[in-house]
């Protein structure tokens, strides 16, 4: 896709969001920007704000958004400049630095505390302001970001760092030209560029120890306090997104590494396991015993060794802390075609030895790939005047759904189009607020579309684990009924006369737990009718007129002055105002109670849509055998017999598959068939896999 395909793309993803949002245009873009960079691993969750006005001396303060939430202890803050028009334009020198000047001193602002003097304490602003004083010198670095659709000046393309009190400021800048490389990009996200010369002149001494064509090992010893300087450099983006979880306690240190380096830092690399790092490539001495550079840099196991380094070198009184302490470093360099394929089974397999969930590794899941089929294929009830019949579209990754459009020709786009309305599109972080908010989890709702995508994933992981079959069509039904009750309760609040415009987000998923829990405590055994709200894709009136009163009380509840924390976002995240809201009193009127319906008839609908989906699995299992030549078959028979990985019963099914029998597998011969790939595979047959 070109820069102006790109461009023209986004400012339609921004005009819509916009809409569903009923914000701003250039709020919206903000938001948009945010979660492309939140999941680029430029933030952990950003949060969105507008405000623009004077502070000391008539200063022109400016902030659009703020992350305080980062495993690095540092600070993001953001500055928005949206043009909004048809064609890019060029955002001068001079006005950006304006910009970042005037986000520069907001922040400077904040943190003497002349910002909150005379300003409204329930604002946004002026609870980030509190927030960014009250961290103190708690902080590694402050991250000032510049959005813009705009194409930026040749005349600037990087600011030299700065510091506030000795915390080091670094600036970023975002414009229409980066986020179109960083679409482009096959990983999903900006790659590195280390330069390790900047820490050592030779390089990093290396031993490359095996090749392939599609990866390259080696191996080294890192310096402790190169390795502590680029996570003070980089942050979580050196983290794989898969493993950045780890370090959800934000500045604990081991107590292991600490006590080491302190007494022992000659045996550090003996006491340590090290890190597994990859890389798309490396630039290596003449002679190939050192490496000078490495490209996109991804530490997937060793996070906490890596920041604890960090920490302790941050917290140490002696500049030369680390000296002496050395980190074992396998570094894997991938081909970039290949990087997003191989470096998830990578991370997993690297940390296979270690107490992490399959939620780690929830990208991956065949979770979202059954979801996916099934959005494909179920149909949605036809509305009164329809024409078309639709899909509720569920993108698994990021920009799934034009990228799948854009191989279209016009005609058959617009077929697409009409088959999966744009309207009816959701993504994972959707898919996890929806069932969260339902599940009685708003304060993990409110922590942020990661976090909270973490939490959800754990537990539909386990849950996999358990029964695969419960995720079914019926699942499907409920889940796009579940997206359909938050938006209608959110559009109820946006409109609401009571509704104060702020933190619409926070309320409408505590809104939504809030009917959960009174139908659980007054339901008197019966359940919400999820299925009646899927056949009309609609929410009975009854519920938008609960969700409107209770909306309200939450409101008062996230904005009450005797909240125990200041800012509302801040106390949404915690499991004190979920409980506060959980006792607040409200009886639900008898037409609501009266559209519930029978928890057995709900129980029977699940039985039998998971009966539905152990024979889809298995003409799915059959459908794939057919899907392998049958030289492939006869390869894996020969195999199979040189190196005993078949039973004599495999091998008679596996006969089926060679032509060396008649007949069809059976459901359960095909899941057979099926694992004895999957066994060759783990003894060295590359031919074909389970899947």
Known sequence: MDIESYFQQQAAAVGALANAEGEFV?????????????????????????????????????????????????????????????????????????????????????????????????????????????????????????????????????????????????????????????????????????????????????????STPEFATYLTSVPGRVLSSLYGKHGSRLLESNVRSYLSNRGKINKGIRATIHSAPQNFMAFNNGVTATATSVTTSEDGSSILSIEDLQIVNGGQTTASLFFVQREAKSEGVLDGVFVQMKLVVVAPALAAELIPNISRFANSQNAVSSADFFSNSPYHVRLAELSRKVLVPSRSGAVHSTHWYYERTRGQYENERSKLSRSEAVRFENLNPKSQKFDKPALAKYLMSWDQRPHTVSAGAQKNFVAFADIVAKSWDKDPDQFNEQYFKETVAKGILFAEVRNVIKNADWYRKAYLANIAAYTVAKIASLVERQGQGKVFDFDAVWSAQAVPDSVLVVANQVGRLVQEVLTSEHRSTTNVTEWAKKAQCWDTVKAMPYTLPSDFLSALVDAATVAARGKAAKANQKVDNGIGLQTRLYEIPTEHWKALEGFAGENRVASPTDMSILGLMTGRKSGVPSERQAARLIQLVANANERGFTLFSPW
């Open 26 to 210: 250039a709020t919206a873009f903000t938001r948009h920007c945010g979660e492309i960079l939140t999941e680029a691993g430029e933030f952990d969750d950003i949060e969105v704000l507008d405000f623009e006005g004077a502070g000391t001396n008539q200063r022109k303060l400016k902030v659009n958004g703020y992350d305080l939430e980062n495993a690095d202890n540092s600070i993001a803050v953001v500055a928005s400049v949206h043009y909004g028009t048809e064609t890019i334009q060029t955002l001068s020198a001079t006005d950006a630095k304006a910009a970042l000047r005037a986000l520069h001193y907001f922040l400077l602002d904040a943190l003497d505390g002349s910002f909150m003097q005379g300003r409204e304490q329930s604002s946004p602003a002026y609870q980030l302001a509190w927030d960014l004083r009250s961290r103190g010198r708690n902080v590694s670095r402050y991250r000032l970001y510049l959005m813009t659709d705009a194409r930026l000046s040749d005349r600037l393309r990087s600011l030299p760092s700065e510091d506030i009190h000795g915390i080091p400021v670094d600036f970023h800048l975002w414009d229409i030209e980066r986020f179109h490389q960083l679409h482009q990009s096959q990983s999903g996200h900006e790659p590195l560029q280390i330069d390790l010369t900047e820490w050592a002149n030779q390089g990093l001494p290396a031993l490359r120890v095996e």
